[in-house]
């Protein structure tokens, strides 16, 4: 890849105690690979625990904000924008030599009531228009990238059913596009979706980029978010759909990156937020704790994943996992409330878990080696 180099600074081992090796860090066993993010929520912001500032200052050089820059929080009545958490995470991040992937600018979820209200086309468009040339136009100096539209598409292809369809039409998202492009000139460009590495899904995806390509608009990336079960993650799919993407000419993401180990209680594989099931204990088999077997299957799955994204690491610019523990996922609320879920690398006392350890392993030669401590971004 080509790539401009970004220094970062080097961070202590998030151990704590003399028992405790010091652990190579994520960030740098993947360094000359791609960028290694993470999602934080106001919590994390504010840095009300210093052990988690730990852990997320030594093992990423790339953040996505979970919340706090989605339209009903950045602008909660018309009109009127509420910046501040938002500028908080920026202004952390470059202090911390951290890249921001700015998420989302359009989604037909997680609008303001006053959107959800609208009744005629032209209140719409206003919106549209406004909401994107004034957010991207604030920090297009500030951040690295943004998810400029997220979720579009259904899972047979076709476009979702939104708002944003109906009033505007199936343009919108090159219209999202084009805007931003026009007053963030600088800023890369990116279509978010779930499942897009199935079939159906990511054809709908790759007409949506040629869609945008022959508009002469501009368009850098994908970002494939990578929710997956640890019984059914489908490397074939995910791997056609790295070579698919990429052969259009724009980078590939793995933006929303996690592997539940629970029981699915819908019909289909989705990650969609509006999608619930009630609770039922034999969809929590482990509220007291992961089994060992579970454990090792799923840091197989992470390893089978990671050894997958260095084979096409020419490809790829970022693996952002959803979440830095599993305390913090939205999968122990997700579809069912109050689940205990395992999804990512870090436990909910912030140890490295099996997933991490055979992570770190997959680089080792690399972690060790000496010199200057940087990451490099396209």
């Given at each position: 890849m080509a790539f401009a180099a970004l220094l970062l600074t080097n961070c202590s081992s998030i151990s704590k105690t003399s028992e405790t090796k010091q652990l190579?860090?994520?960030?740098?066993?993947?360094?000359?690979?791609?960028l290694i993010g993470t999602a934080v929520n106001v919590n994390q912001i504010q840095e009300t625990n210093p052990q988690?500032?730990?852990?997320?200052?030594?093992?990423?050089?790339?953040?996505?904000?979970?919340?706090?820059?989605?339209?009903?929080?950045?602008?909660?009545?018309?009109?009127?924008?509420?910046?501040?958490?938002?500028?908080?995470?920026?202004?952390?991040a470059k202090q911390?030599?951290?890249?921001?992937?700015?998420?989302?600018?359009?989604?037909?979820?997680?609008?303001?009531?006053?959107?959800?209200?609208?009744?005629?086309?032209?209140s719409v468009r206003h919106f549209f228009k406004d909401h994107i040339t004034t957010v991207a136009t604030r920090y297009k100096d500030k951040v690295y990238s943004w998810d400029v539209v997220n979720e579009a598409l259904n899972e047979d292809g076709t476009m979702r059913k939104s708002i944003f369809l109906d009033k505007i039409g199936e343009d919108f998202v090159v219209e999202a596009f084009k805007l931003t492009q026009a007053v963030s000139p600088e800023t890369k460009l990116y279509y978010n979706d779930y499942n897009i590495e199935q079939p159906k899904k990511r054809a709908g995806a790759i007409r949506l980029i040629k869609q945008i390509q022959a508009a002469g608009v501009r368009i850098d990336g994908v970002g494939i978010q990578g929710h997956w079960n640890v019984n059914n993650i489908p490397m074939k799919d995910i791997e056609d759909s790295i070579l698919e993407f990429a052969a259009l000419g724009v980078d590939v993401m793995f933006t929303e990156l996690d592997i539940s180990v629970l029981p699915n209680p819908l019909n289909e594989s989705t990650a969609d937020v509006g999608a619930h099931a009630e609770y039922d204990a034999r969809m929590n088999p482990y509220a007291g704790g992961l089994p060992d077997s579970v454990q090792n299957k799923l840091a197989n799955g992470y390893e089978s994943l990671f050894r997958l994204f260095l084979k096409h690491k020419d490809k790829i610019g970022r693996v952002t996992l959803w979440g830095v523990s599993d305390a913090d996922s939205w999968l122990n609320d997700w579809p069912v409330r109050g689940r205990t879920n395992y999804p990512l690398l870090f436990d909910r006392e912030l140890k490295p878990k099996a997933a991490f350890h055979q992570l770190i392993n997959i680089k080792k030669d690399v972690s060790s080696n000496q010199g200057t401590n940087h990451v490099q971004l396209k």
């Open positions: 190579s860090n994520l960030k740098d066993v993947f360094k000359d690979d791609f988690l500032t730990e852990v997320e200052v030594t093992h990423f050089n790339a953040v996505t904000p979970e919340n706090i820059m989605k339209a009903e929080v950045l602008q909660p009545e018309k009109g009127r924008y509420d910046f501040e958490m938002a500028d908080q995470l920026v202004d952390l911390r030599n951290m890249v921001v992937n700015a998420h989302a600018l359009i989604w037909h979820s997680q609008l303001p009531d006053f959107v959800r209200r609208m009744k005629d086309a032209d």
